[in-house]
């Protein structure tokens, strides 16, 4: 069986749900499959099943809704955030240090065994492998540089689906473009295009389809209605495409929207509470309106710390009549003191902290990378913790203020109670659990309903 490829006509078309939908669905029809990105550029990682390694969010997202247990080969690099011009790496789910971004680019010869033998591994175990492309595949000075597109799709002949967001505008010039200035080879394995987030009706793009079809001579697999979905957020930028109905809300929570905020799927249970508002606020004039401030994970924990002071938070944050959950860098930065003497995050060897909590944070090379259930606030929780800082306890509670190194604390339904029912007695909470996967399975229908699968299937039985 052949495995695919997802390739984007732009960033952002919606490669990482349909590479989910396609994955979920072809499980659904019986095939040992499973879900890959050779490399992601994210701060949004979760911990893997195998191993204790971390990996992009959605292919941990796409093999947690199949069941799969997650692993390092399902994303052999990872890139975060780092200072100007340099990014962390993650290689199989191992910290490997900060690099320089041209460096990167120079060490490609040697990244792709890595990408090569994770696929490879992978292979060995599964019929079919999806593979999701980043951006565009067709950057021409960078096309020699592609891990996830074009290495993979040669190396491994993958058949290949495009995806096009309509709603950027451009379609049918992004759509020509990328097929056409795809490498011949390539050009042979595509099936066809889908064309994504169409909104109004659909017989308005019939002439489209033809056009695609019959002057472009690119089959196109279906066109999908936009279908607000919001779970598995890759990154920031996808992230503030959530969309959220407050005609019920009780409870107005505000997201300090940091500049290096990483972990953001801690939130997606509250982004789909009916008695949550959730907020992404910049200012410190947002948080008047917030019954309770979440200052969340960072990949920097001291750029971003003194983004907060430059902006004005510290005098609210150092308020004990503040409700504050602070997750990860965010429960760092409410210590006395963030001690980084081996220059892990920055050249500030001592840092003040907002000093809710008393104590020191103290930053180590060893990274602790791990998942499982942990007593958070007197509750067994199931979550998972990414951090350099340590200090003597993972969690505290204080006079309004939670703190916990614990990522995935809302995805508890009892965890959600506990908090919200002291800021309005009347929340009333729902089963996250039970409503991930009624959605998980509501958007792959949507899919299915949508593209011809069929076409797929048979492409990769050929």
């Known amino acids: 069986m052949n495995s695919l490829s997802i390739f984007g006509t732009s960033s952002d078309a919606g490669k990482s749900t349909l590479s989910f939908a396609i994955t979920y669905l072809l499980h659904k029809r019986g095939f040992k499959v499973a879900p890959f990105k050779a490399q992601n550029v994210s701060n949004n990682s979760q911990v893997t099943d ?161 056009i695609i079809q019959n002057e472009f001579i690119i089959p196109v697999l279906g066109v999908v209605p936009f279908k607000p979905f919001n779970l598995g957020f890759e990154d920031s930028q996808s992230l503030m495409n959530y969309t959220q109905d407050t005609g019920n809300a009780i409870i107005t929570v505000g997201v300090i929207k940091l500049p290096h905020i990483s972990n953001f799927t801690d939130f997606e249970p509250l982004v789909v509470d009916d008695e949550i508002e959730l907020r992404f606020i910049t200012s410190v004039s947002e948080m008047s309106s917030c019954d309770l401030i979440i200052l969340p994970g960072s990949k920097r924990v001291i750029d971003d710390l003194e983004w907060l002071r430059e902006r004005g938070f510290e005098k609210k944050l150092s308020s004990k009549k503040t409700n504050i959950v602070a997750i990860c860098g965010g429960y760092e930065m409410m210590f006395e003191r963030i001690l980084d003497e081996e220059s892990i995050e920055s050249d500030f060897k001592e840092v003040a902290g907002f000093a809710r909590l008393k104590g020191d944070v103290t930053f180590t090379k060893e990274k602790i990378v791990k998942k499982g259930s942990y007593n958070i606030f007197g509750l067994m929780v199931d979550g998972y913790e990414i951090h350099n800082g340590i200090t003597k306890k993972r969690c505290k509670e204080t006079k309004n203020l939670y703190g916990t190194f614990i990522h995935g604390l809302f995805d508890n339904d009892s965890m959600r109670a506990y908090i919200f029912k002291e800021i309005n007695a009347n929340y009333q909470g729902y089963n996250f659990k039970e409503y991930k996967k009624n959605a998980i399975a509501e958007f792959a229908s949507h899919i299915d309903k949508s593209i011809n699968m069929q076409i797929i299937v048979d492409a990769l039985n050929d």
């Not at 790496?89 to 010869?109: A, C, L, P, Q």
């Not at 540089?145 to 096009?164: C, M, P, Q, R």
């Open 50 to 210: 195998i191993d204790s390694g971390e990996i992009a969010i959605p292919q941990a997202f796409a093999a947690e809704a199949i069941g799969l247990a997650t692993s390092p080969l399902m994303n052999p690099i990872l890139l975060k955030s780092g200072g100007a011009s340099r990014a962390h790496m993650i290689i199989n789910g191992k910290s490997v240090g900060d690099t320089d971004v041209w460096e990167y680019y120079r060490n490609m010869k040697k990244l792709q065994p890595i990408v090569k033998s994770a696929f490879m591994s992978l292979h060995k175990e599964f019929e079919c492998i999806v593979a999701e492309g980043a951006g565009s595949p067709v950057e021409l000075n960078l096309m020699d540089k592609d891990l996830s597109n074009i290495y993979i799709a040669d190396e491994f002949n993958t058949k290949i689906v495009l995806v096009a967001d309509i709603q950027r505008g451009g379609v049918f010039a992004s759509i020509y473009g990328v097929y056409n200035l795809l490498p011949n080879k390539l050009r042979k394995n595509v099936i066809g295009v889908v064309i994504n987030k169409f909104q109004g009706d659909i017989s308005l793009f019939d002439e489209g389809v033809k």
